[in-house]
């Protein structure tokens, strides 16, 4: 039985942490969410919800089209002398009619969400492009993906027999800093560790796998095959599809990504093969550009809820996952020695920032993250049940086509282990024009990023006892099977 490395040209662990530092931190955090910040008191976010519903069936042509127009001429004509101000941190979200031919003032609506889930109708000017840089209302679309500290005033109106409060911006929305921490380490994370992955491939490594391919057809097999068909079953099973399907749709995008710097860092600490595990990623991430899309429209192609934004979804995978990883092979090409050197500091780089996102994500977001009274255990099982279930079915199927141990360990952590920081930035993306008030794509892409270092940790206990491998031999020239 083959227990040696699988090829010359990948490298060896380009950084050496201490043992059980990073689980042990990453464990520690997830604790904190699962089980003491439920007891913090957190409201539960429901307010709003069957407002947003409204606009939103209305922007997609399920109910009447005019109420996106209805609202923004009624939020135009209102007096705001003696209106009350408020101050409170929420979200901006962006509800855009899909309508062909829809007018102007009924292309888009935009609305303030609380963090409580209470919803404002924001009254905003009508040539928003035309605006001089003095304006609160300057640049405001770029502000919807962050949290933001909003200044305004606020006033109750009837209109058609229901009650909205409109809001006009007093000061530009200030984003936290919690959440640009957030932002920026979730953006620098994915492309510089697609980078630092780049770095580590030449074209030989593409001509091998063609050459002797059964270890990386296995696993992109188990990793868009298994993985995705396993949430669908389990979504239907246990009602998310019928009840949640956004955390349905959570749970096949999240399965759908590939896998990332987590499974390289988890393949180390397992002791399995990491080249493999280093190719098997890459290519992953390669594919992902058409099966992330086409795997989302399949399993969610029959929930009237849900319209998947394909463009969206390429366009995040293209520009944050590609595009670095060709930039780091060719740097490779161009300076193999500067890229030898560089690599141990994007790998470094990347594994911090991890941390750092999950640490800023759950701090600048618990009042989602810990939404228990929607979400419950079933939630948090189902994850969990997910990644493990991968995890051991990947050793089920890898030893089926005569796998040895030492790669089965790689397969297996790359099947259950997925690119959590990607799925989480698409959800950002998409959220509005899908219309998930909760955010639950997001909660769902957030909570497996941290529950898959849990089902990590347990499957490199139990791979001494069910795949044991000797002391390994390094042989820098073996070839992946």
Known sequence: MNSKSTTGSSPHPPIKPKNGMVPFLVISILFFVLVAAPFMGIADATPGEAMYNKISNAA??????????????KSSSLEWENASEIEFVGNLRIIKSRIQGASKSGSSVYLVRKLTGELLILSVPENMDQLDSTSPYVNLDSAFESKNLFK??????????????????????A?????????????????????????????ADFALVIAKPRGIIIGQILVFGLMPFLAMVLGHVLGFY????????GLILITATPGGVTSNLMTYYGKGDLALSISLTSFSTV??????PLLLALYCANMPEIAIPVKVVVQTIMILVIIPLILGMLFRWKKPVAAKKATPFFSALGIIALLVLIIAGILSNLNIFVDTARYGFTFYFTIFAITMLGMLLGILFSKLFGIDNYQARAISIETGLRNSALAMTMALLIQDSMGDFFSSMFVTAGIFGLVMYLAGVISIYLYRYILPIETKIETPNENIK
């Open 175 to 203: 984003q936290l800093p919690m959440d640009r921490l957030f932002k920026i380490c979730i953006i620098l994370m994915l492309f510089f560790v697609m980078v630092g992955m780049g770095m580590t491939l030449t074209i």
């Open 152 to 173: 305004l005033r606020t006033m109750e109106v009837s209109l058609a027999g229901d009650t909205y409060v409109f809001a006009q911006l007093l000061e530009k929305p």
């Open 60 to 73: 997609n042509g399920k109910t009447n089209p005019l109420l996106l127009e209805k609202l923004n001429l």
């Open 287 to 292: 594919l992902s550009l058409a099966f992330t």
């Open 242 to 249: 019928e009840n949640y399907p956004f955390i349905f749709v």
